[in-house]
């Protein structure tokens, strides 16, 4: 019902932003491929305020635990930083992923936050969110403890650094979060 709705939506009113990103929902729960997907994808991408969350789920769909693979949906979540047509959160998704694969994956790849090119995309689409939209404390302190589960103590030493003030309960509590950085002081000085 919710297909025929939309569709007739579009038809008679292909200017509603909403039309496109429901179909794509709707597509995940169908899964009829991807090359329809791709179709709302890109219509709903015709509408700059809904590029959050047509991007949201075109990567979810691409994620192995609905119809794509983990390369998939990395390959798309990078062209999206690399894409000078995303602003605001949307190349957060990149991150997200990683976060959302970290879950799926959980105890077959308990390592999964240490392989390389998760830092390499982790570095890329927060420092292009920073680049778009400035120093936003909030974010930092998920890019801090990116850097944590990355064991980039470096980067979690520069970036701590930069934070206007800290959300203390987000890393554990104070003693919590300046044990992270005590640590990383550490393995930094040690040369790991």
């Given at each position: 019902m919710?297909?025929k ?7 008679l ?23 329809r997907m791709?179709t709302w994808?890109d219509?709903?991408?015709?509408f700059?305020?809904?590029h959050?969350?047509a991007?949201?789920l075109?990567?979810?769909y ?8 983990e ?18 959160q949307v190349p957060?998704?990149l ?6 694969l970290?879950?799926?994956f ?15 995309d982790i ?7 920073f680049?778009?939209?400035g120093?936003?404390?909030?974010w930092?302190h ?12 470096k980067?979690?030493?520069?970036e ?11 890393f ?11 640590e ?9």
């Open positions: 919710a297909e709705a939309l569709e007739k939506a579009w038809q009113n292909p200017s509603v932003p909403e039309t496109p990103v429901g179909m794509m929902q709707v597509e995940l729960g169908q899964g009829r491929g991807r090359s791709e994808y219509r709903a991408l015709a700059p305020q809904d959050y969350e991007v949201q075109k990567l979810w691409l994620q192995p635990r609905w119809y794509g693979s390369s998939e949906c990395l390959e798309a979540a990078r062209a999206v930083v690399r894409s000078d047509r995303f602003r605001g957060l998704h991150y997200h992923t990683h976060e959302s970290a879950q799926y959980g105890d077959g790849r308990p390592g999964y936050w240490t392989e390389p090119h998760v830092w390499r570095q890329a689409c927060f420092e292009r969110y680049a778009l939209n120093d936003d404390t909030s930092r998920d890019y801090v403890m990116c850097a944590w589960r990355c064991r980039q103590w980067a979690l030493l520069e701590a650094a930069k934070l206007k003030w800290v959300n203390y309960p987000y554990g509590g104070e003693e919590a979060f300046e044990k992270m950085k005590q990383a002081r550490a393995k930094t000085e040690a040369g790991n």
